[in-house]
């Protein structure tokens, strides 16, 4: 038996059989062809070019349906390189002519091609090298016949261990049979974290190099709520484990019950529970669970993955996917939240500390068309049902002023041109750092509500990067100095009568919900699969019973005095959420 | 049949130049013609059937290119390829 551990990206226990996902490399033989044998080669490479070509296509399609056609449009270039008529004719003159056997010709041709890319030195360009790279993978596993076990066709349950996942990769996971994977690399904040939570598959990543030490067919088990993977488990820790499966399956079909009922605390007290989503198709997950409302819809999955900047049709079509499917019920849309340096886009000079650099509101203010075709298709939504718009980063009153006057000019065009929308669109802001706390009796003057982002404040507030593993340990949210932030915040929204929420993680963990409602909070806006939980707790305590709780860890001095004081109220309570 | 051959200057206006989703506009709108159609940029000469071709030429954005096209569709090839250099390929920018 031996323990990894590595970043909890998705929670949830998977106990299975290994399914090792390698960076194949192929060995290629330099092997020539007898002349006599040159158009049945000929052929073979024909009739591979052909299955991978449909093999894209069906990528195309699922992609297509599972995510937006955003993402299928990518396979549409892929495909068009694959059948290009300049690469086919090098690798069947390679083949005719120099009696290159049709793998090597595939790979020389291929390989040639992805290094002119590469040496372009074009941000873009080096990324076409990984397509290339991708389809000369593809017809050497239709050449070799040496069909690995596939992904997209398994037939048992496994859990997936691979160096990297892409984030196409991951919405592509069958989730009838992966029960949970764990990638060598990647971070908390990658789009693959962010993919495997909205698949609800039990995930973990950075576990560091491991993939030498494990077989195909090894029994593992993928412990996604603290980040631990365990290889060759003995008897014990796997009964133990699915002795713990087995109470979380019956906590869920519990927790299912409450699905219909109010967010309501024992004292009358209603709340706003609200689901955090990524993807339109989540919206299902956050009624399924009885979301009051989307409280942070990112829009970040439009700019990824793509080359160019999306239309004012892409957004639209993903805004009112949700807006729709919410009825009545309240989305707020998040404007661009990304840094220059992940749009694919080169930073006009390498940017030495992007947190502190170019990005979310900075960058869409620095990119008018850009913010404007997103604000645009914001208003729009907007007609459909109730939508509220939010920006990302504000710091200063300025930046909200200007993001204001994007949009006031974005609602006079469409007045112009006769589209409908909600001209009293409600605008807010997230609170992310000391500074927009500290100026918040300004800024409040001027919003509809705000929503404060506990993960950046905690990175802000305490100066500390949790990708960084020599301080990581003291990225913490129920740190004092950022629970003196959130009280100052919610204090401040309450006098002025402007209504707060919480969309952090720190929202969506059980365990801080009795400190957050004692310190004034009646907006939480969560994970959907965290919403049955966060209910069940506000379901069991009263208002003052919670400011009593928040008044306590209030005097305390440490995160860690916090976090052991809270968890303790929280086992008086209701002990079964507590893992 | 007429067999034409003609050439015109174009420039890509598009912000992110001709990249992946440009190429994939210009190769379907090319492969619609008979005519051979080529792409030259500095001397480097490109089919504009073959994505690949496109890409390796790089062309970021206020590059000029000359369009060469032979063959008996080779006049409106041009024109339409032209237009749809003029549109930026429908990638808006400022």
Redo the contacts between chains.
Sequence with gaps: MQTLQGIAVSPGVAIGEALIVGNEGFRIPRRLVVRDAVDEELQRFRSASAVVAAEIEHNRDTISSQIGEQYGAIFAAHLMMLQDPGLQRQVEQLIREQNYSPEYAVSQTLRRYAQVFQQLGNGNLAERAHDIFDIERALLRQLLGARREELSNLKSPVLVLAHSLSPTETALLDRQFVLGFVTEIGGAGGHTAIVAKALEIPAIVGVGSFLEQVSGGDSVIVDGDHGRVILQPDEATIDRYQKGAEDHRSLEVQLRGLRNLPAETTDGERLLLQANIEFPREVQSALARGADGIGLYRTEFLYLGLEQEPSELDHFQAYAEVVRAMGDRRVTIRTLDLGADKMGRQPQQEERNPDLGLRAIRLSLRNLPLFRTQLRAVLRASALGPVQVMFPLITTLQELRQAKMVLADAMEDLEESGEPFERQIPVGIMVETPATVMMLDQLLKEVDFISIGTNDLVQYTLAVDRGNSEVAERYQASDPAVLRLIDLTIRAAAAARVPVSVCGQMSGEVSYTMLLLGLGLRGFSVPPSAIPEIKRVCRSVSIPQCEVVARRAMQLYTAREVDNYVREELRKVAPELLR | MVYQSASRQVTVVNP??L???P??AV??LASRFRSDIELVRDGEIA?A?????I??L?A?QGSQLTLRARGEDAGEALEALTDLFAGGF?????
């Design positions: 992110q130049g990249h992946a989703r190429a994939h190769v379907t089919d059937k073959s994505i690949l071709a890409l390796t790089a970021a429908g990638e808006n920018g400022e």
